[in-house]
């Protein structure tokens, strides 16, 4: 018997250069917590992925983009730092 493992007896783990799956369940997160208004960001946290890959799946999904609330924020106060007074 050899020790090389059998790469049919145990599915593969995650290592290096190798793509993640989407799962429906991962999917159902993506479109919850996008749909909750949550940013890409948030949701790579959450899932534990990288932010780019939320974002090309979420475009994938057909999911409007969320802008984060710090960005939000930043934009509004940067508005009413622009109003003449």
Known sequence: MSDSPNADAAPAK??????????ADVDAVI???????????EIAKHI????S?????RRALGLHANKGMRRQLCRLNLRRALVPT
């Open 53 to 57: 890959s939320v974002f090309d799946r």
């Open 31 to 41: 479109r919850r917590m996008s749909g909750a208004g949550y940013s890409d960001a």
């Open 48 to 51: 534990e992925r990288p932010i």
């Open 14 to 23: 995650r290592g290096r250069g190798r793509p993640l799956s989407w799962t």
